[in-house]
């Protein structure tokens, strides 16, 4: 029999591209989303445009069972929209209406298997201040301090969908991701992350000129591309004897001035960097992959280079199809 599986927020970038490798396994795919992607044409077999805080929305989207469901839907942006903190009560909102929602749309039809994408942002901001040394253990998420309300409201959903594995006999699994990044994504607007956001600022610069970059550059980040985050999520979501919270994301640590002489030296540009004041979160941050190689057997392992690589040649071509345009 086909198999079938629900992606939730297959408008976004990391839902669009999981439908894709859904289907390349052979699933039929419903996707649903506020908006249909910007950037590619949907895979799913059925795509439903609807807003998931609205509970009869979801109760007629999960009217069936599916043999796996991914939660993906989340009021979200980079840098310049959660940490601002003018969107604080949105982003709470409507991520958790979202969660709550179809995680018990999920139990009511006795579908068990969910995944939830949880993020690093949930960790504690204490353990985030050096640059050079951040702690992203898995254990270390307690006790709770996030630098960010977007922080708060994963770490509630990833404790919901745990409790309805214990009180329910659900088997959700959460994974907590590491700043994913890839062709597809968001490149402006002010919801995007910082690849995207070097590479567009590097593409549209002219040789010779410069560059900003918000904050002092020093911070420290590690980013997965998308092929390895969905290679992870497949691998959580199937196993059968591990629910997680576990890491998804990079360990290959890189400061944001590194990042970008790094999209620099990729374009062939002479560009200078020009440090601005800027929201960037916590000072350090890096995956620590120890318990998703112990339990899984597999961590991502492909150069960080390699990904922006891929990541500039389709930023670059949006860049330039957009000036030609205008
Ligand atoms: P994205 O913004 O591209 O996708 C999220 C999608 O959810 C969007 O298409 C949006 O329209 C949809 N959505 C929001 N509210 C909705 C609603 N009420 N009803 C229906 N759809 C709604 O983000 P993404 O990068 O693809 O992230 C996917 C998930 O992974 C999110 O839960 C996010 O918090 C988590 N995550 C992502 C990263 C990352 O680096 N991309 C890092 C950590 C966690």
């Not at 919801?191 to 070097?198: F, G, Q, S, T, Y």
Request: glycine share 10%; proline share 4%.
């Amino acid at each position: 029999m086909t198999k079938t599986a629900l992606v939730c927020g297959a408008g976004g970038f990391i839902g669009g591209h999981l439908v894709k490798r859904l289907k390349s396994e052979g699933f039929w795919v419903r996707g649903v989303d506020l908006k249909f992607h910007e950037h590619a044409e949907t895979a799913a077999d059925d795509f439903v445009i609807g807003d998931l805080r609205d509970q009869n929305f979801v109760r007629s989207i999960i009217d069936r069972r599916f043999d796996e469901v991914y939660q993906l839907a989340a009021d979200m942006g980079g840098a310049g929209y959660v940490f601002t903190g003018d969107h604080d009560a949105d982003i709470m909102h409507n991520s958790a209406m979202i969660n709550l929602n179809v995680l018990d749309a999920c139990h009511k039809r006795n579908i068990k298997r969910v995944f939830y994408s949880s993020s690093a942002c949930m960790y504690p901001e204490h353990n985030q201040l050096d640059p050079d040394n951040p702690n992203c253990s898995e254990e270390s998420a307690y006790p709770a301090n996030p630098d960010s309300e977007y922080g708060w409201e994963k770490l509630f959903s990833e404790r919901l969908y745990l409790a309805y594995n214990r009180n329910y006999g659900m088997e959700c699994r959460v994974a907590r991701f590491h700043n994913i990044f890839g062709p597809e994504g968001t490149w402006e607007g002010g919801k995007e992350k910082a690849p995207a956001a070097l590479c567009r600022k590097v593409a549209a610069a002219d040789d010779g000129g410069e560059i900003e970059v918000w904050g002092d550059g020093l911070q420290t980040r590690s980013f997965l591309y998308i092929d390895e985050c969905l290679e992870g999520v497949l691998r959580l979501t199937r196993s059968d004897d591990f629910e997680g919270p576990v890491n998804i994301g990079s360990e290959e640590m890189i400061s944001i001035n590194n990042l970008a002489r790094m999209v620099i030296g990729i374009s062939g540009k002479d560009l200078k960097i020009r440090n601005i004041p800027g929201p960037e979160g916590v000072r350090g941050r890096n995956s620590d992959n120890r318990l998703i190689r112990e339990k899984l057997g597999w961590a991502p392992n492909e150069p960080l280079k390699a990904g922006i690589e891929r990541v500039y040649a389709w930023i670059s071509g949006e860049v330039a199809r957009r000036h030609n345009r205008q």
